[in-house]
């Protein structure tokens, strides 16, 4: 190999170390917002609502956040004085379904249909 080519793969090799530094920074700092967030969860939720929500979150991972981004944001404002019941998060996830059900309407249109061998009119 020629010198200048050993000299463009070390700086490659370094380049990507300091890259892959970058990528374990972030991966560790979403694990830690991950943490914390679940720990927020912990404080607010009763065993069985936790439950349930991971019960969800298992069907449907993308309103089970979107109740646990609601529930943080009621915690951080104040708004929410004791553990969450499961029952009280019942009634907020049916109020999140009945906010986002659409109504199905269903029209049929039907094409009228000549049956001229049957009913034959005749003007005499």
Do not use: C
Request: charged share 40%; no cysteine; glycine share 4%.
């Amino acid at each position: 190999m020629d010198p200048s080519e050993l000299e463009a793969l070390k700086a490659k090799q370094i380049s990507g170390y300091g890259g892959n530094q970058d990528t374990q920074a972030s991966n560790a700092q979403a694990q830690q917002n991950e943490e914390e967030r679940q720990s927020l969860l912990a404080r607010i939720l009763d065993q069985d609502a936790r439950e349930r929500l991971g019960r969800i979150a298992m069907v449907k991972s993308d309103l089970a956040r979107s109740v646990e981004d609601m529930l943080i944001r009621m915690a951080k404002m104040n708004q929410i004085r004791k553990k969450v019941t499961e029952d009280e998060l019942k009634d907020m996830l049916e109020e999140i379904s009945n906010k986002n059900r659409q109504e199905t309407k269903i029209i049929v249109n039907r094409k009228e249909f000549d049956d001229s061998d049957e009913e034959e009119e005749y003007d005499f």
